[in-house]
């Protein structure tokens, strides 16, 4: 991918570590007037703290430093259209499930300085094409929402039940989340989708099963992959 060739930037939630490369791409860049597409709760000051006692701290994106080169900050918890009306942005994610329950360590910073549990995660979001003759392909970064979710707020959003690929994170690896690995991934195939390429912060145990349930479907994706829908 060339970056000369962006023409927007999509902010799937506001963790840094999903935007600490942000601000030298726009940088580098230099375009005027950028659109940045991100749900307000992704300038929260966040914290992980796991049960250990450990805690990591997670700043949002400096809006300053954006809003100085030039970036046409577009916060919303609606959904919206890119590239001439090709691409949705889901905005915030109606959640169903009774399982998915976000991020339980997250913790926000208060306006008085304190800190309060924030385990929704609610600025989380993805991208929505709709391929003719196919159906949805939904990208999704971590899927804090839950995969569940995530696909099928993607269905009622658009108004599309056939799902012909997913391709991101499901957040599944660890204690809590491995819990409901099952329960999930069930529920994804009942969706049908055509191809599944889990992501990142899936873990094993879920991508093993996925390969397992859903064969026929099962991508193994990887950095540098290339992708071709349609």
Same mark, same amino acid.
């Given at each position: 991918?060339?970056?000369?060739?962006?023409?927007?930037?999509?902010?799937?939630?506001?963790?840094?570590?999903?935007?600490?490369?942000?601000?030298?791409?726009?940088?580098?860049?230099?375009?005027?007037?950028?659109?940045?597409?991100?749900?307000?709760?992704?300038?929260?000051?966040?914290?992980?703290?796991?049960?250990?006692?450990?805690?990591?701290?997670?700043?949002?994106?400096?809006?300053?430093?954006?809003?100085?080169?030039?970036?046409?900050?577009?916060?919303?918890?609606?959904? /919206?259209?890119?590239? +001439?009306?090709?691409?949705? #942005?889901?905005?915030?994610?109606? $959640? @169903? &499930?009774?399982?998915? *329950?976000?991020?339980?360590?997250?913790?926000?910073?208060?306006?008085?300085?304190?800190?309060?549990?924030?385990?929704?995660?609610?600025?989380?979001?993805?991208?929505?094409?709709?391929?003719?003759?196919?159906?949805?392909?939904?990208?999704? /970064?971590?899927?804090? +929402?839950?995969?569940?979710? #995530?696909?099928?707020?993607?269905? $009622? @959003? &658009?108004?599309?039940? *056939?799902?012909?690929?997913?391709?991101?994170?499901?957040?599944?690896?660890?204690?809590?989340?491995?819990?409901?690995?099952?329960?999930?991934?069930?529920?994804?195939?009942?969706?049908?989708?055509?191809?599944?390429?889990?992501?990142?912060?899936?873990?094993?145990?879920?991508?093993?099963?996925?390969?397992?349930?859903?064969?026929?479907?099962?991508?193994?994706?990887?950095?540098?992959?290339?992708?071709?829908?349609?």
């Amino acid at each position: 991918m060339q970056l000369t060739a962006l023409e927007a930037i999509v902010l799937s939630h506001g963790h840094a570590d999903h935007h600490g490369g942000l601000f030298g791409v726009v940088h580098s860049l230099g375009k005027k007037n950028l659109p940045l597409v991100l749900h307000p709760d992704a300038w929260k000051n966040r914290k992980i703290r796991f049960p250990s006692g450990v805690e990591m701290h997670m700043p949002p994106p400096d809006r300053r430093a954006l809003e100085k080169n030039d970036v046409q900050i577009i916060d919303s918890r609606a959904p /919206s259209l890119l590239l +001439s009306d090709h691409a949705l #942005v889901t905005g915030q994610v109606e $959640r @169903v &499930t009774d399982y998915e *329950k976000g991020f339980p360590y997250q913790y926000e910073e208060m306006d008085n300085e304190q800190w309060e549990p924030d385990p929704w995660v609610w600025d989380d979001q993805g991208i929505v094409f709709n391929v003719n003759g196919k159906g949805l392909v939904v990208l999704s /970064s971590c899927s804090h +929402s839950g995969v569940v979710n #995530v696909l099928r707020n993607a269905q $009622r @959003v &658009t108004g599309v039940n *056939k799902v012909h690929a997913f391709m991101g994170g499901m957040h599944l690896t660890g204690g809590i989340f491995e819990k409901i690995i099952s329960q999930t991934i069930q529920d994804v195939a009942k969706v049908h989708p055509d191809i599944i390429i889990p992501g990142h912060c899936t873990g094993w145990k879920a991508m093993h099963l996925i390969s397992r349930e859903m064969p026929e479907s099962y991508v193994q994706g990887s950095a540098g992959t290339r992708i071709h829908f349609g």
